[in-house]
C-alpha cells in the first residue's frame, strides 16, 4: 500500500484495494496494522440489528461503538492470550462485494460495499453477513479510515452468538 493518492482522484480500484487489504489484515490476525489503517479521529461501529440506517451511538444502542482510543484499547485486548473469547483466536475469511463510491469530496471518499464474513471456532462456523460504509480520507497521499459502519443483515445475533471478531 505505498502508491500516493491524490485528493478527489480516487479511484474504485484504489478503493477496492485498500478494503481487500484491511480485509487481509483481518483473517490475518494483524490487528495492529488494521489500528494503524484509522486516522486519529476514526471510528469503528457496529450497530445492534434493527437500528436505523443513521442511527447515531449518542442515542441508540451499538453492539461496537469504538472511536480512536476505544479501537486500539479493543486491538489490545484481543492480543491477549487472557481474552478468552478469541484465544485460541478464531480464523475468519473477509469477502468484500459490490464496492461503490458513494461520493467524492476534497481528501475524502464515502465507499459501501456488502461483506460476508465467515467464522470458524471451536468445530463451530458461523456467517456474518451486511454492508460496510467506509469514510475514507486521504492522509498524506495515502487512504486512512475515518468511520467504519458494519450494519448486520441479520435480524438477531442469537445464532450467531457474539461479536468477538472485528468485522
Given at each position: 500500500m505505498n502508491n500516493s493518492i491524490l485528493a478527489g482522484t480516487v479511484s474504485r480500484t484504489e478503493v477496492e484495494n485498500f478494503l481487500y487489504h484491511e480485509a487481509q489484515l483481518l483473517?490475518?490476525?494483524?490487528?495492529?496494522?488494521?489500528?494503524?489503517?484509522f486516522t486519529p479521529d476514526g471510528s469503528y461501529f457496529v450497530p445492534t440489528t434493527g437500528a436505523p440506517e443513521n442511527a447515531s451511538p449518542t442515542d441508540t444502542l451499538f453492539y461496537v461503538a469504538d472511536d480512536r482510543f476505544r479501537i486500539g484499547e479493543r486491538v489490545a485486548r484481543l492480543?491477549?492470550?487472557?481474552?478468552?473469547a478469541e484465544y485460541p483466536r478464531s480464523r475468519t475469511r473477509h469477502m468484500i462485494m459490490n464496492v461503490r463510491i458513494e461520493s467524492r469530496a476534497e481528501g475524502e471518499v464515502i465507499v459501501q460495499s456488502s461483506f460476508m464474513v465467515h467464522r470458524s471456532k471451536d468445530s463451530a462456523?458461523?456467517?456474518?453477513?451486511?454492508?460496510?460504509?467506509?469514510?475514507?480520507?486521504?492522509?498524506?497521499?495515502q487512504l486512512k479510515i475515518r468511520e467504519k459502519r458494519c450494519t448486520l443483515d441479520t435480524d438477531t445475533l442469537r445464532p450467531l452468538g457474539r461479536i468477538s471478531i472485528v468485522l
Open positions: 483473517d490475518d490476525w494483524n490487528l495492529r496494522d488494521w489500528e494503524a489503517l492480543m491477549k492470550k487472557g481474552a478468552h462456523s458461523s456467517m456474518y453477513v451486511g454492508h460496510y460504509r467506509h469514510c475514507l480520507a486521504v492522509v498524506d497521499g
